[in-house]
């Protein structure tokens, strides 16, 4: 009698853990996408050079990254919000045909990153550095200071693209929409921008700041209801 109430009680416990049987459902996507003006605005800066030693190609650097972060910091002010990102020293070879390599000098890169939310100095920004001893520009990137509100208005618009496809689907079906059971989401900041022109002494390099885009998808599975 015990064996067989121990059987009843394993098949119990089975069948509650076994998963419910799925009915029909719906899956579809949505995606909304925003612009905003930016608001935000980050500049990669690299003073390089090469010297015969490593201790010369370092001390050249430091005297002249600091006045570069000097020049920065002055067009600026107290606030700038300046940040090493790379930094490196490294022996410089060539390679002639047929022969051994030859070590001809050590190269140094200091990389700073500038951030400022003042956008109507960008082109200055860039001449300061340049002027200043900056000898690459690596990159310039446009942003929100707070993507959230942009983030969560393209998340609504993907999600009543998703359910206005999932209803459309079952209306194709001669069918409604039930329950959603399921959503998913992703969503991106694209910075949709340009720089153009060159600097001169006399000139601002113009920088065009575009837009920023903020892409968000979800995907969402509802039953089907017949």
């Keep these: 009698?015990?064996?067989?109430?121990?059987?009843?009680?394993?098949?119990?416990?089975?069948?509650?853990q076994a998963p419910a049987q799925r009915g029909p459902f719906i899956r579809a996507s949505g995606e909304g996408v925003v612009s905003f003006k930016p608001d935000l605005m980050k500049l990669s800066?690299?003073?390089?050079?090469?010297a015969?030693?490593?201790?010369?190609?370092?001390?050249?650097?430091?005297t002249r990254s600091t006045a570069v972060i000097d020049a920065i910091k002055k067009l600026l002010g107290a606030s700038a919000d300046l940040r090493t990102v790379s930094y490196s020293v490294n022996?410089?070879?060539?390679?002639?045909?047929?022969?051994q390599p030859r070590l001809t000098g050590y190269q140094a890169s200091n990389s700073l990153e500038v951030?400022?939310?003042?956008?109507?100095?960008?082109?200055?920004?860039?001449?300061?550095?340049?002027?200043?001893?900056?000898?690459?520009?690596?990159?310039?990137?446009?942003?929100?200071?707070?993507p959230q509100p942009a983030r969560q208005l393209?998340?609504?618009?993907?999600?009543?693209?998703?359910?206005?496809?999932?209803?459309?689907?079952?209306?194709?079906?001669?069918?409604?929409?039930?329950?959603?059971?399921?959503?998913e989401e992703a969503s991106a900041v694209r910075a949709i921008s340009g720089l153009a022109g060159g600097a001169s002494a006399a000139v601002?390099?113009?920088?065009?700041?575009?837009?920023?885009?903020?892409?968000?998808n979800v995907v969402i599975e509802a039953e089907l209801l017949q």
């Design 45 to 50: 800066v690299t003073v390089s050079n090469q």
């Design 204 to 216: 601002t390099t113009p920088v065009e700041t575009g837009t920023v885009e903020v892409r968000a």
């Design 115 to 146: 951030t400022t939310t003042d956008l109507s100095i960008a082109g200055r920004l860039i001449d300061t550095a340049v002027a200043a001893g900056a000898n690459n520009i690596g990159g310039i990137r446009f942003g929100l200071k707070d």
């Design 154 to 183: 393209a998340l609504k618009l993907a999600t009543q693209q998703a359910r206005g496809a999932a209803e459309a689907i079952a209306s194709g079906l001669n069918a409604k929409l039930g329950v959603i059971v399921s959503v």
């Design 52 to 62: 015969d030693t490593a201790q010369q190609a370092a001390d050249e650097n430091a």
């Design 91 to 99: 022996p410089v070879y060539t390679y002639p045909s047929g022969g």
């Design 1 to 16: 009698m015990m064996r067989l109430v121990s059987c009843i009680a394993l098949l119990l416990a089975m069948a509650l």
